[in-house]
Antibody
Framework: QVQLQESGPGLVKPSQTLSLTCTVS??????????WSWIRQHPGKGLEWIGY???????YYNPSLKSRVTISVDTSKNQFSLKLSSVTAADTAVYYC??????????WGQGTMVTVSS | QSALTQPASVSGSPGQSITISCTGT?????????VSWYQQHPGKAPKLMIY???NRPSGVSNRFSGSKSGNTASLTISGLQAEDEADYYC??????????FGGGTKLTVL
């Protein structure tokens, strides 16, 4: 059974770049049929899709974040990563990594809280 | 892209059935059979409950069912149990090749 685990700093200063990594265990990130996703949830709010990547490197991003987002994959480490540049307090959220399969987000990491503050 | 519209809250007594609606447009819910539903307990990650409008992943109780009519999808939970109390989110693929979520519905089991 595939499991996902997010890691990265819990505190980022305004205007800096938020960087998170998701480690995939129990399966290969190069398995066909999976897209590897990032989704966030502002405190007390709903879910927001950030984007996803196929192991080949094809990416799809939320248009509202596209100018600041980069999602990449490292097949040698079985990891994929999120970079969000020029962060503000509005980027404070719980960030989840998830696998996209069955035309849905079927497996989720536990989530990691990221606070943007000086 | 605008969030899909869900009621903020619904409630029901144990054993009853409830339905949560999720309204979008012809560019998302109405245009694709790629609607999914997620259950989220406080402090936990969301869990996939329904995919492709009405399919249940392995391990999800058959008390959960999904349907769609036009631009509105629905999640029905029958035989309500205390453990069903949670937030529920719908999601849909869109014509922009992106994904959009609903604002979430808080289910209270009375």
């Amino acid at each position: 059974q595939v499991q996902l685990q997010e890691s990265g700093p819990g505190l980022v200063k305004p205007s800096q770049t938020l960087s998170l990594t998701c480690t995939v265990s129990g399966g290969s990130i190069s398995s066909g049929g999976y897209y590897w996703s990032w989704i966030r949830q502002h405190p007390g709010k709903g879910l927001e899709w950030i984007g996803y990547i196929y192991y080949s490197g094809s990416t799809y991003y939320n248009p509202s974040l596209k100018s600041r987002v980069t999602i990449s994959v490292d097949t040698s480490k079985n990891q994929f990563s999120l970079k969000l540049s020029s962060v503000t307090a509005a980027d404070t959220a719980v960030y989840y990594c998830a696998s996209y399969r069955l035309d849905a987000f079927d497996i989720w990491g536990q989530g990691t809280m990221v606070t943007v503050s000086s | 892209q605008s969030a899909l519209t869900q009621p903020a809250s619904v409630s029901g007594s144990p054993g009853q059935s409830i339905t949560i609606s999720c309204t979008g447009t012809s560019s998302d819910v109405g245009g694709y059979n790629y609607v999914s539903w997620y259950q989220q307990h406080p402090g936990k990650a969301p869990k996939l409950m329904i995919y492709e409008v009405s399919n249940r992943p392995s391990g999800v109780s058959n008390r959960f069912s999904g349907s769609k009519s036009g631009n509105t999808a629905s999640l029905t939970i029958s035989g309500l149990q205390a453990e069903d109390e949670a937030d529920y989110y719908c999601s849909s693929y869109t014509s922009s090749s992106t994904w959009v979520f609903g604002g979430g519905t808080k289910l209270t089991v009375l």
